[in-house]
């Protein structure tokens, strides 16, 4: 089964954790404010498969989680179109501006099955 976290600046992420479920995947969303830049940790302890980051600038989180678990990143994303081309060039943690919602789960976690298998 594939596993994805979530971790949004402002607390959120239940839309999008909506969508992953939809899609018949495991989702880890992580709780508080600051949740993005508990992405890398969280995802390395449950051994996920993607990490989703959500904040301003679309990067903070993201970027965190490369630069301690050397996980390939994206950032500054800010569309569904831009998460799955990143998927489809094998990156694990993206990095989006504030898009709480479950078409952007769903369809990123059809990518990522679609590209690895279920």
């Known amino acids: 089964m594939v596993k994805v976290v979530i ?3 402002m607390g959120k992420g239940q839309n999008i954790a909506k969508g992953i479920e939809a899609e018949g ?3 880890i969303v992580i709780p508080g404010m600051a ?3 508990k992405l890398g940790d969280t995802m390395y302890r449950e051994n996920a498969d993607l ?3 959500f904040c301003g600038s679309g990067g903070a989180g993201a970027l ?3 630069n301690k678990y050397k996980y390939t990143e994206r950032h500054s994303m800010r569309s569904v ?3 799955i081309t990143a998927i489809n060039d094998g990156i694990k943690v993206l990095g989006f501006g504030f898009m709480d919602t479950e078409e952007l789960g ?3 976690t059809k990518a990522y099955k679609k590209k690895y298998g279920a």
């Open 7 to 9: 971790g949004d600046r």
């Open 25 to 27: 995947a495991e989702v």
């Open 35 to 37: 949740a993005d830049m």
């Open 51 to 53: 990490g989703l980051s």
């Open 64 to 66: 965190m989680a490369a």
């Open 81 to 83: 179109q831009e998460g």
């Open 106 to 108: 769903r369809e990123l």
